[in-house]
């Protein structure tokens, strides 16, 4: 089977985004954002969606199965405070459960997380809980910069993060470091503040010893590691002048890489370079990248291509990128796979 | 020949950073600040840390001459203001025409910009003009972060900045886009805030429309473009999805990549996916990493040998690379090898 680890709700009725526009608007207004009325949507409603949207094209693309999340642009923690975060993250995962009981074989959630700047992740623990043990999620995204592109956040090695972690690791669920939308000018959200994010988040973990104190924690980077593996090099040449174990032992127990890369060369860089094991199917379906690359004819995003293309890849290779390793990186993942008819592989 | 358009003075003697950190502890005493002794060099001490340092390197490893500028991370425009920084890089830049003077046949100057954060480029003219016009240099610095890891500037399409690109246009200097230290815990200098800088820089390219404005504006992205060839995809769709022209003709007649770059499979994707016109041979000797690579023994840094092993370059493509593509975009750098003895290309 074709598991997709990283989809994101980019097609939700648009109702859903007017809602979070009123809540920034009247945020602080605690009466009148307590008077906000909570949209309700249909079954139809977001049964159409998903059946227009993500459905449809990851079953012509032949993916079985999406870790699907609320939208990462939309998560936008730096709106209002803990509070707004909340109401809007208990909203979002909502509809993800309604989507993933709807089509089980096709989708399972994963949690947004309701973060809010300065404010200790601890008080995203109930969320988490909820999302995991009522409504049967496999992950969660975790924003290493819920201030939207200014950075203020302790690193992610920080024990500012402990609490969640340690639930984390008690749920056995993995995350995925992900920021969300930029509200600094000078980061595009897409072309630039995702991919420093990668990059950031992978680098405050080589200097860091965050799996000493926490072993079975997992991360996953998305859009294939922001620039990591380009610069494997560089990365493994710092942690050296940093006295740090080889990458291999320090890291990469632990932390893995999606293939939202939207060209051959980069998947077969990244093929190249990072161990088959620690490299995860992805491709983010209506997500950063919409078009038709004129080069190829392709959908940009029509990343099992471009790994069904890599000469040097073993069906035993593919096998692990397209399923085991989701399997183990998020283990709840068997249970849902189970219940819904998969044969284990 | 082989020039390396990316040299910074890393070896310069001690109390050169020793000087910069009481210039950042009495700031803002002016009159403490006034009466802060430069420090003065002898030529000796200057042949010592340039002849034990990168020029014994680059000799070892064949290339002949380095474009070669201050510090990078110790440019640091974040600390004091306007002042200071002006005081600051006319220290460096002048230590820098005095290696310049001494080995003219292996060194030649890149300015560094007295950029302070909130302050208009503008005044940054004086000293590129004095570097270009008095000193004999052939580029400079830009750093699109003067704020050390906060980026509070516009970006770099804004008209914030075109005084100063109208000089760098009218002098037919370019720029390589080169962020300082990071002064935020989130971002490890060299494996993070450089990378990014890149990634965002280019990214603020593809946004806007600064080369209709300045047809003969160049700047060179440096540490192989930061995390763009590897999601060179990415960005050509993005590019389609704002309705902005292809890559080639939106950028790539003047924006450059350098090749630092410290793994073989890096290089290799950047040498597939950039046109050969676009990629300017550089190292950063006894730059951001200094080791040797367990998995090869040779030194990370030592960029010349990725370029000799990527199979598919012709001759003709190695001579671009090593020297007809930075005395192209480096036009003053043609008098300045005239002038030393270099036999024309």
Redesign the interface.
């Known amino acids: 089977m074709i598991i997709d680890c990283h989809g994101h709700y980019t097609t939700a009725p648009r109702s859903l985004e007017a809602y979070r526009r009123q809540q920034a608007a009247l945020f602080p207004d605690a009466a009148k954002l307590a008077a906000l009325e909570v949209p309700r949507f249909s079954d139809d409603q977001l049964r159409d969606s998903i059946e227009s949207g993500q459905l449809r094209i990851q079953q012509e693309r032949g993916v079985d199965l999406t870790l699907f999340s609320p939208r990462a642009a939309g998560m936008s923690h730096h709106i209002g405070d803990a509070a707004t975060s909340a109401s809007w993250s208990i909203l979002c995962n909502d509809l993800i459960a309604r989507i993933c009981r709807m089509h089980p074989r096709h989708f399972v959630g994963v949690a947004q997380l309701p973060q809010s700047p300065g404010v200790a992740p601890a008080n995203c623990i109930p969320e988490l809980v909820r999302c995991v043990e009522e409504l049967g999620f496999v992950g969660c995204n975790l924003n290493?910069?819920p201030s939207g592109?200014?950075?203020?956040?302790?690193?992610l090695t920080d024990r500012w993060w402990y609490p969640l972690y340690e639930k984390m690791v008690e749920l056995d669920v993995p995350a995925m470091i992900h920021v969300s939308a930029s509200c600094?000018?000078?980061?595009?959200t897409?072309?630039?503040h995702y991919?420093?994010g990668d990059?950031?988040a992978f680098?405050?973990l080589?200097?860091g010893n965050l799996f000493r104190d926490f072993p079975t924690l997992r991360f996953v980077i998305p859009?294939?590691g922001?620039?990591v593996?380009?610069?494997?090099?560089?990365?493994?040449?710092?942690a050296?002048?940093l006295k740090q174990p080889?990458l291999a032992e320090h890291l990469l127990r632990n932390v893995f890489f999606d293939t939202c890369?939207?060209?051959?060369?980069?998947i077969?860089?990244l093929a190249?370079?990072i161990p088959t094991d620690n490299v995860l199917f992805a491709s983010e379906i209506i997500g950063?990248?919409?078009?038709i690359?004129?080069?190829t004819g392709h959908y940009?995003?029509d990343t099992r291509r471009y790994i069904d293309a890599v000469p040097w890849l073993s069906a035993e290779d593919r096998a692990k990128i397209f399923e085991a390793n989701a399997r183990r990186v998020y283990p709840r993942l068997n249970a849902w796979l189970d219940l819904h008819g998969y044969h284990p592989p």
């Open positions: 290493p910069d592109g200014h950075w203020k956040e302790p690193p600094n000018p000078a980061f595009h897409a072309g630039a991919l420093n990059t950031t680098m405050q080589v200097e859009h294939g922001g620039a593996p380009y610069h494997w090099g560089r990365f493994r040449g710092l050296l002048d080889p890369v939207y060209h051959q060369p980069g077969d860089l190249r370079v950063a990248v919409q078009g690359d004129p080069e940009f995003d």
